[in-house]
């Protein structure tokens, strides 16, 4: 009888031993879920397993872990990607998470090029999301052409005060002046930076087709994309139309990838035709919308002076520009008054029919960039600050993916396709072009970096409005960032910071000054100017004609 009693008291600490073994098989899983992959189509009931940061298993399989999440009832998607944020900072996140973003990354803007591997070491350690950025175009115009160098953060949200100042803007550099851009772009490259960033569209003026060129040039020598802010945005149809193919022409020639910054304006359809037919060619260009029909902007930006709003484009001031913090509408005499007094003062621009949201969401293979407007550091915002208590902003800030899911719902868009845009097709074009950690992104496969958003699809939606633009989403209710729990019941967990860095690994150098004796021996023709002052000024013209740019 003592022998039975020790061999059934032995089995139980065996089958003990066992349960514990199972149990730490897993990190954490995700039970019941609807496991959805958009590269695969895989879609179906399952249970996901999660190790050292990674998706193990996806099976129906019973399996059991150290921390447990029950998503019957709810998707189980790729993490959201915006490739299209303005406010990377830590206030910021608990609004990001609480609208499934679990990558942001400044890829329209960016980071002033020699700032960018300080911008990064700022945030390591530091960030509940996978933080990112390109290199400024923008930037590197401010310092070298207005000798601005007020960098406090090393990007948009102290970068916006360089347009005090309209140089960067209007002028068109020299050659000398015009090899300084490129080098200080260039250094944010070679850190590592994971394309360039141009807001073309706010420098129309200033920077020549040889200029757009040389920066297409230039990111195509590292693989790595431009992301334009079209020269003609915002625009009518064939402004916005024009203004990508100036973009895709340089790409098709350079071979180089390239971004359509929110292209929901005016010509948006024939644009995506553009993508989608120079895709099927082989070339890795691809666009970007959020769901709204305004957008954002400074004051004082070129495109809202009255020759270009009004009289070219044929809109009113009182019906399409608004004062985000007041909500009032301005009229030109108020817009001049409020310029000498607050010439950045931030605004939303309507701009298009209400209706066209519902269709951009319903164009395959495009992806989803925010556009979220930078919230100001010295602003005393911090983790705790209550939703309500922010500063106003556009709306999209906070609400743009929960959006695509709540219209995607109201209108037959396929869940697949929604789930598609808020993370695969940022991830895929971005991994084509070699950056490796969007290679093991937006997808729900083993072996992925466990980047999670899980949602009720019958009840995600939008909250935030035009009047506040800062109310967190709704019925997303968990998110994972490198397989840790970052929210958990819409609640996201202060002090978690998983966040890694999406970036190249630094090189040297690829870029060769412009010289004009080049040019001459590969093309042959009379050299084209970079531009050499402010256009129009015949000076100025006839100088750059003595200065000029070559290609090589």
């Given at each position: 009888?003592?022998?039975?009693?020790?061999?059934?008291?032995?089995?139980?600490?065996?089958?003990?031993?066992?349960?514990?073994?199972?149990?730490?098989?897993?990190?954490?899983?995700?039970?019941?879920?609807?496991?959805?992959?958009?590269?695969?189509?895989?879609?179906?009931?399952?249970?996901?397993?999660?190790?050292?940061?990674?998706?193990?298993?996806?099976?129906?399989?019973?399996?059991?872990?150290?921390?447990?999440?029950?998503?019957?009832?709810?998707?189980?998607?790729?993490?959201?990607?915006?490739?299209?944020?303005?406010?990377?900072?830590?206030?910021?996140?608990?609004?990001?998470?609480?609208?499934?973003?679990?990558?942001?990354?400044?890829?329209?803007?960016?980071?002033?090029?020699?700032?960018?591997?300080?911008?990064?070491?700022?945030?390591?350690?530091?960030?509940?999301?996978?933080?990112?950025?390109?290199?400024?175009?923008?930037?590197?115009?401010?310092?070298?052409?207005?000798?601005?160098?007020?960098?406090?953060?090393?990007?948009?949200?102290?970068g916006i005060h360089s347009r005090v100042k309209q140089g960067w803007s209007i002028t068109r550099p020299t050659l000398e002046q015009g090899n300084q851009i490129l080098a200080m772009v260039d250094e944010g490259l070679q850190q590592g930076g994971i394309g360039i960033g141009s807001t073309l569209g706010y420098m129309r003026e200033g920077v020549s087709a040889r200029e757009v060129f040389?920066?297409?040039?230039?990111?195509?020598?590292?693989?790595?994309?431009?992301?334009?802010?079209?020269?003609?945005?915002?625009?009518?149809?064939?402004?916005?139309?024009?203004?990508?193919?100036?973009?895709?022409?340089?790409?098709?020639?350079?071979?180089?990838?390239?971004?359509?910054?929110?292209?929901?304006?005016?010509?948006?359809?024939?644009?995506?035709?553009?993508?989608?037919?120079?895709?099927?060619?082989?070339?890795?260009?691809?666009?970007?919308?959020?769901?709204?029909?305004?957008?954002?902007?400074?004051?004082?930006?070129?495109?809202?002076?009255?020759?270009?709003?009004?009289?070219?484009?044929?809109?009113?001031?009182?019906?399409?520009?608004?004062?985000?913090?007041?909500?009032?509408?301005?009229?030109?005499?108020?817009?001049?008054?409020?310029?000498?007094?607050?010439?950045?003062?931030?605004?939303?621009?309507?701009?298009?029919?209400?209706?066209?949201?519902?269709?951009?969401?319903?164009?395959?293979?495009?992806?989803?960039?925010?556009?979220?407007?930078?919230?100001?550091?010295?602003?005393?915002?911090?983790?705790?600050?209550?939703?309500?208590?922010?500063?106003?902003?556009?709306?999209?800030?906070?609400?743009?993916?929960?959006?695509?899911?709540?219209?995607?719902?109201?209108?037959?868009?396929?869940?697949?396709?929604?789930?598609?845009?808020?993370?695969?097709?940022?991830?895929?074009?971005?991994?084509?072009?070699?950056?490796?950690?969007?290679?093991?992104?937006?997808?729900?496969?083993?072996?992925?970096?466990?980047?999670?958003?899980?949602?009720?699809?019958?009840?995600?939606?939008?909250?935030?409005?035009?009047?506040?633009?800062?109310?967190?989403?709704?019925?997303?209710?968990?998110?994972?960032?490198?397989?840790?729990?970052?929210?958990?019941?819409?609640?996201?967990?202060?002090?978690?910071?998983?966040?890694?860095?999406?970036?190249?690994?630094?090189?040297?150098?690829?870029?060769?000054?412009?010289?004009?004796?080049?040019?001459?021996?590969?093309?042959?023709?009379?050299?084209?100017?970079?531009?050499?002052?402010?256009?129009?000024?015949?000076?100025?013209?006839?100088?750059?004609?003595?200065?000029?740019?070559?290609?090589?």
């Amino acid at each position: 009888m003592k022998i039975i009693t020790k061999f059934l008291g032995c089995m139980v600490v065996v089958l003990a031993l066992t349960v514990a073994v199972q149990a730490a098989d897993y990190d954490l899983v995700i039970l019941n879920g609807r496991v959805m992959d958009p590269e695969t189509m895989f879609d179906s009931v399952a249970n996901v397993g999660v190790k050292d940061g990674q998706i193990a298993v996806i099976t129906q399989k019973k399996i059991t872990g150290k921390e447990t999440i029950d998503a019957a009832g709810l998707v189980v998607a790729p993490g959201f990607i915006d490739g299209h944020q303005h406010c990377i900072e830590p206030y910021a996140y608990r609004l990001m998470l609480r609208d499934g973003r679990t990558t942001i990354m400044d890829l329209e803007v960016g980071v002033h090029g020699p700032k960018l591997g300080e911008w990064y070491k700022r945030r390591e350690g530091n960030a509940s999301v996978n933080f990112g950025a390109s290199v400024s175009h923008e930037f590197a115009r401010a310092e070298i052409l207005d000798g601005f160098t007020e960098w406090k953060t090393f990007y948009s949200s102290d970068g916006i005060h360089s347009r005090v100042k309209q140089g960067w803007s209007i002028t068109r550099p020299t050659l000398e002046q015009g090899n300084q851009i490129l080098a200080m772009v260039d250094e944010g490259l070679q850190q590592g930076g994971i394309g360039i960033g141009s807001t073309l569209g706010y420098m129309r003026e200033g920077v020549s087709a040889r200029e757009v060129f040389e920066m297409q040039k230039l990111s195509g020598l590292y693989g790595r994309s431009i992301d334009m802010h079209f020269r003609y945005t915002p625009g009518d149809d064939v402004g916005e139309t024009n203004g990508i193919q100036e973009m895709l022409a340089n790409a098709a020639a350079l071979k180089s990838p390239a971004i359509a910054a929110h292209f929901n304006n005016p010509g948006y359809n024939l644009v995506h035709e553009l993508l989608v037919r120079m895709r099927e060619q082989g070339y890795n260009v691809w666009g970007e919308i959020y769901p709204y029909n305004a957008g954002s902007t400074a004051l004082n930006a070129v495109f809202l002076e009255p020759e270009v709003w009004v009289n070219t484009l044929g809109n009113k001031y009182e019906e399409t520009i608004q004062d985000v913090a007041t909500g009032e509408f301005y009229t030109q005499q108020t817009r001049e008054e409020m310029l000498k007094k607050e010439p950045t003062r931030i605004v939303l621009v309507h701009k298009c029919p209400e209706e066209w949201v519902k269709e951009w969401v319903k164009l395959p293979g495009v992806a989803i960039g925010s556009d979220g407007m930078p919230l100001f550091p010295d602003d005393g915002l911090t983790w705790g600050t209550p939703y309500e208590d922010f500063p106003n902003t556009h709306p999209r800030f906070a609400g743009s993916f929960a959006k695509v899911l709540r219209l995607a719902r109201e209108n037959n868009v396929p869940l697949m396709q929604a789930v598609s845009m808020t993370s695969y097709n940022y991830a895929k074009p971005l991994g084509k072009m070699g950056l490796k950690a969007m290679q093991v992104r937006g997808r729900m496969q083993v072996g992925m970096v466990a980047d999670i958003t899980i949602f009720d699809p019958q009840t995600v939606t939008d909250n935030a409005t035009y009047a506040k633009g800062t109310l967190p989403s709704s019925g997303i209710l968990h998110v994972l960032v490198n397989g840790t729990i970052v929210m958990k019941d819409q609640e996201p967990l202060e002090g978690v910071n998983p966040g890694q860095p999406i970036r190249f690994e630094t090189v040297a150098s690829r870029f060769e000054p412009l010289d004009e004796s080049l040019w001459k021996k590969g093309f042959y023709a009379s050299p084209v100017d970079f531009g050499g002052g402010v256009p129009g000024s015949q000076p100025d013209m006839i100088e750059s004609a003595l200065e000029q740019v070559e290609v090589h």
